[in-house]
C-alpha cells in the first residue's frame, strides 16, 4: 500500500465525496489540502474568497501548504491526498503516486457548490468560476502550472454520470 494516491479536480467535482468512499473501501490515511486551506482562512477570519485573493498575492501561504502536504504524503506512505494540485505535487516531487483528476461540467459542480453552501443556481456559477479564476492565476504565477493540462494524470475520471462510489471502485482497481 506504499503508492499515493491524489485526487484532483475543479470546485464541485465530487472530490470529497470520492475520496470518503475510496478511504472506506482502502482504509488509507487521508489528507485534504482543502480543508487545511480552509482551516488557515478561518484562522485569520477570513472568508474562503478574501483567503484566496490574499494567497494571490502572497505565494507563501500556497508553498506552505504544498510543502506540508509533501510532508504528509512523506509521513503517510499509501495514503490518499485530495486538492487542487496534489497530483503535481506529486509529479514534482517523484513521489510515488496514482494522480486522479476528477472532471464535471460547470453546471453540475456549481449544483453540488451550490446545494452545499446554499446558493442560488447563478450565484454558485459566479462563485465557482471566480475561485477558480484566483486558483488558475495562482497556480500558473507560483508553480508554471496549467490547471487544464491532463498530462501528468494516470487517471482522468467523470463524476457526472459515475457516482462516486463506482469512481472509488474504478480507482481501488486501477491501483492494484
Not at 17 to 30: D, K, Q, V
Not at 92 to 100: E, T
Not at 127 to 150: N, P, Q, T, W
Not at 157 to 168: F, G, H, K, P, R
Request: glycine share 8%; net charge negative.
Amino acid at each position: 500500500m506504499s503508492r499515493l494516491i491524489t485526487i484532483s479536480g475543479l470546485p464541485g467535482s465530487g472530490t470529497s465525496t470520492l475520496c470518503g468512499h475510496l478511504i472506506e473501501l482502502s482504509g488509507r490515511p487521508y489528507v485534504n489540502a482543502g480543508q487545511i486551506f480552509r482551516d488557515l482562512a478561518a484562522e485569520r477570519d477570513m472568508s474562503l474568497a478574501d483567503f484566496g485573493v490574499l494567497a494571490e498575492e502572497n505565494d507563501e501561504i500556497d508553498r506552505r501548504l504544498d510543502a506540508r502536504m509533501v510532508e504528509l504524503a512523506e509521513q503517510q506512505p499509501g495514503a490518499v491526498l485530495e486538492g487542487r494540485v496534489t497530483g503535481w505535487m506529486a509529479h514534482r516531487h517523484q513521489l510515488q503516486a496514482c494522480k486522479v483528476w476528477i472532471a464535471a461540467d460547470i453546471h453540475v459542480r456549481a449544483n453540488r457548490v451550490g446545494g452545499r453552501d446554499e446558493q442560488s443556481p447563478q450565484d454558485a456559477i459566479d462563485a465557482v468560476r471566480e475561485r477558480e479564476k484566483s486558483e488558475h492565476s495562482r497556480y500558473a504565477d507560483h508553480y508554471g502550472i496549467d490547471l487544464e493540462d491532463m498530462s501528468i494524470y494516470d487517471l482522468v475520471l467523470n463524476s457526472e454520470q459515475i457516482d462516486a462510489e463506482e469512481l472509488a471502485l474504478q480507482i481501488r482497481d486501477a491501483v492494484l
